[in-house]
């Protein structure tokens, strides 16, 4: 059981303000800040009366005493967003990635001063994937997109001045499927799958990935699934996973068998506390929370992250430490991210249709 965000945990709990919406919220990102005064977010939408999808740039206004969101710009994709990540050009101007259940890519590309959307760049159904993307992640600086989909394949994009080229790292022909990606250097990404397993990938060695991890620590309950990774930039020789059952655990490539639970199963006869007891939907390391053991911060152990779930909990969980649970609530948690820029600023998409922005002390 996670502790409460009390005076004693985190000081003084953060501010939460929640903004009702009247779709369906499959994910929220921030867009990287454009000025010290304007704030946007990126949201993927979904209105079940007409089964529409859509997604849409709102502009928040931090200097009112209400928080409102208040839409610039819409883009209507094929088919429902599947996963959606932001992330700038070379240039800095702001780019959204979101990728679709029917299998399509699109890039869009927005004016650096309003957030309008300029230009968009797609892929079609059916040229990436058999089926739906399941994930998509922007390697920094947005010149490359890698995705991963549960046909087997995995395929990066890249941004090119006449529009995008595709190459297809690998295909397993469905025998093995993958969850989640990550990039965790411009050469090296990792993915996810069933099973809990991890794949590391480095386009220097072409013809599949160069080392594995298999989840064969949990007990025989590897039915479990990867559904997000984090890599932090200054240690990418750790990949951190959030999946089934609540599980949170790193995988260090310089011990590659031995994961460390953070959360979750597999931790046998030890005491692993657990932040929540369902799917944990993402998770993202967590550059604002000071590690309760500063004294022992060695390139081993792994730093604080951010979790939500499918049981409503947003959390901070930390290798030997109690979760500090963050925000409860009756719905699930489906998507959540940190402000680059403003590591204290969080927004998250809950179930029931509303957004949540946290401000921490």
């Known amino acids: 059981m996670a502790i409460t965000a009390t005076g004693t945990a985190l000081r003084d709990p953060p501010q939460i303000h929640r903004l009702p919406q009247t779709k369906y919220i499959d994910a929220v990102r921030w867009l990287p800040q454009l000025s010290a005064f ?23 206004n931090p ?8 839409p610039q710009s819409t883009f209507s994709p094929p088919s429902r967003i599947s996963s959606l990540k932001t992330s700038q050009t070379p240039t800095h101007k702001p780019l959204i990635a ?24 797609s892929v079609p159904a059916k040229d990436l ?6 994930c998509v992640d922007v390697k920094d600086g947005g010149a490359e997109c890698v995705t991963v989909g549960e046909d087997g394949r995995v395929n990066l994009v890249g941004v090119t001045g006449s529009g995008l080229s595709c190459r297809r790292v690998f295909d397993s022909d469905g025998l093995v499927s993958y969850t989640a990606a990550k990039w965790a250097s411009p050469v090296e990404f990792a993915t996810g799958g069933y099973g809990f397993s991890l794949q590391w990938w480095d386009q220097r060695k072409p013809g599949g990935a160069v080392s594995q991890f298999k989840g064969n620590w949990t007990q025989g309950t590897t039915s479990g ?15 951190l996973a959030g999946g089934s059952l609540g599980t949170v655990f790193a995988w260090d490539l310089r011990w590659q068998q031995q994961p460390i639970i953070l959360s979750g199963i597999g931790a046998g006869d030890a005491a692993i506390p657990s932040a929540c007891e369902s799917e944990v939907w993402e998770v993202q390391y967590d550059c ?25 909990i947003l ?7 109690e979760p500090i649970e963050l925000l409860a609530e009756p719905c699930a948690i489906n998507s959540f991210d940190i402000d680059r820029e403003n590591p204290s600023d969080m927004i998250c998409s809950l179930e029931w ?9």
Do not use: W
Request: proline letters at 4%.
């Open 225 to 239: 699934i990867v559904h997000s990774i984090d890599i932090h930039p200054s240690r990418k020789h750790t990949c």
């Open 353 to 361: 249709e509303s957004i949540a922005i946290l401000t921490r002390p």
């Open 129 to 134: 994937h058999v089926g739906p993307v399941s």
């Open 288 to 312: 604002y929370t000071k590690s309760t053991n500063m004294g022992n911060i060695s390139s081993s152990r792994i730093l604080p992250a951010i979790i939500c779930s499918e049981d409503g």
């Open 38 to 60: 304007d704030r946007f977010t990126v949201l993927s939408l979904f209105d079940s009366d007409s089964n529409t999808p859509s997604l849409e740039i709102h502009s928040l």
């Open 63 to 70: 200097q009112s005493q209400t928080l409102t969101l208040t």
């Open 315 to 321: 959390a901070v969980v930390e290798q030997d430490e």
């Open 98 to 121: 979101a990728s679709t259940f029917s299998g399509s890519l699109h890039l869009l590309f927005a004016n650096a001063v309003d957030a309008s959307l300029e230009s968009e760049c």
